[in-house]
């Protein structure tokens, strides 16, 4: 799983790291990104809602994953 | 202001100066002015003058609204069931009283009216509130679906008719209703509290008068008067502003999903109020793209954490599930033309443009 470590960094700048790292992941991969800014936790799944790709949920507080689907 | 709004102001400066509630000749004047702005709101709105109150504020209207519809219900029950997307003054208000239950909102920001019907109905529900439409996205409630449940369990409906009074018709079925003069396009500083007859509303404040919605001290009665006289005016104008409006947001909410690459317009595309329009901005900071709008003479709003006091996303973005950064609210008035739009529209997709490449992207 590749990690984008993202905490102290505001909104917009967890949904840059994130959109930056994707070319590196295959698809089918899984990324966590790890982000403290309180509106992560709405904009990731929104940015995977408009890029179509798979928003796998909060495994625990301040982490997300995101599944590479294309 | 609206223009007649500001001449009336001007009239009661020179007229309305004293305290409408002594009996020397200049405060009876003062109180015929009071009565008449009064008797116009109503009319207006198409409720009984005694049942309008006059508050220093849209937001104190919404705390009294809250806090007193709360109390005099407090023999039914002590639950406080609003809808997600209310405006903070409702919210606040609701943190206040302690037992409160939200009702969410779909993608688009309407009502989840088979929760709201789950809540309402739940025994100990003193009261329910709905916004009439949605401030931060413009997308109008099923007020009236609402209402009709609210009245089935004998629970009052207070409607924050704010953003919509002016713009769209006030629908019916509430039992209490504020409204915000500055946002009618009359002066700021004057609240409109509506309480419908037999609707028990107790004072969250200490006084004499506990089960009569007042002011605390003294009304600024020139204000009520302007806004009174630009309420009537607006009124008058709706339809058309309506009208010419609408199809300048459909433009807005179009071209800019054309133009900007990853946007996300935001709000009901055929429910919504007539003069705004709300999107999001993909990788771009809400606050440096509103800075650069405001240096080319734009002053817009918006809903990112970044640009609230807070440091947190919109409660409203965050209930509808959409993207809250690189947020932009466009509001139209009487004053905006087609020209100003076309001009907006031809800047927006290079400063968003310019913002993302600063970013890395």
């Known amino acids: ?70 | 202001m609206h223009p007649v709004g500001r001449q009336a102001l001007l009239a009661a400066l020179e007229d309305g100066w004293a305290d409408p509630d002594r009996l020397y000749a200049a405060g009876r004047r003062a109180q015929q002015l009071r009565e008449a702005a009064t008797a116009t709101v109503a009319q207006c709105i198409g409720v009984r003058p005694d049942e309008v109150t006059f508050l220093p504020s849209g937001t104190t209207a919404a705390h009294a609204a809250v806090l007193g519809g709360l109390a005099g219900r407090a023999r039914a029950g002590k639950t406080f069931v609003h809808s997600a997307i209310e405006h903070s003054a409702v919210l606040h208000a609701a943190a206040r009283h302690g037992e409160a239950r939200e009702v969410g909102v779909d993608r688009l920001g309407r009502l989840d009216l088979r929760a709201w019907d789950e809540a309402v109905s739940t025994p100990g529900t003193a009261l329910a509130a709905l916004i009439s439409a949605s401030h931060e996205v413009g997308t109008v409630q099923p007020v009236e679906e609402a209402a009709a449940v609210c009245a089935e369990h004998g629970v009052p409906l207070y409607v924050d008719a704010a953003q919509s009074l002016g713009h769209s018709p006030v629908p019916s079925g509430w039992s209490l209703l504020t409204a915000s003069a500055r946002k009618w396009g009359g002066p700021a500083g004057v609240g409109l509290l509506v309480v419908r007859k037999g609707v028990r509303w107790l004072s969250p404040y200490p006084g004499d008068d506990l089960h009569r919605p007042h002011a605390e001290g003294s009304v600024n009665l020139p204000e009520i008067v302007a806004a009174a006289a630009s309420l009537r005016a607006v009124l008058a104008e709706e339809q058309a502003e309506a009208a010419r409006l609408s199809p300048l947001v459909e433009k807005i909410r179009k071209t800019v999903a054309e133009t900007v690459p990853d946007v996300e317009i935001v709000g009901d595309p055929d429910a919504r109020l007539p003069h705004l329009v709300t999107f999001s901005c993909l990788y771009v900071d809400g606050e440096a793209l509103l800075h650069a709008l405001d240096r080319h003479g734009f002053a817009v709003s918006s809903g990112s954490s970044c640009t609230a006091s807070t440091l947190r996303p919109s409660h409203v973005l965050e209930a509808m599930g959409v993207l809250s950064h690189g947020n932009v609210r466009v509001s139209l008035h009487r004053g905006t033309t087609a020209a100003d739009v076309d001009r907006f529209l031809a800047v927006l997709p290079g400063l968003v443009e310019a913002i993302r490449k600063e970013a890395g992207m």
């Open chain 1, 1 to 70: 799983m590749i990690e984008v470590d993202s905490r102290g960094r505001r909104c917009p700048l967890p949904i840059i790291d994130l959109a930056r790292a994707m070319p590196g992941v295959k698809v089918g991969e899984v990324v966590r990104v790890l982000a403290d800014d309180p509106a992560a936790a709405n904009d990731i799944p929104a940015w995977c809602r408009m890029k179509g790709q798979e928003y796998l949920g909060s495994p625990e507080a301040d982490a997300y994953e995101v599944r590479k689907v294309k």
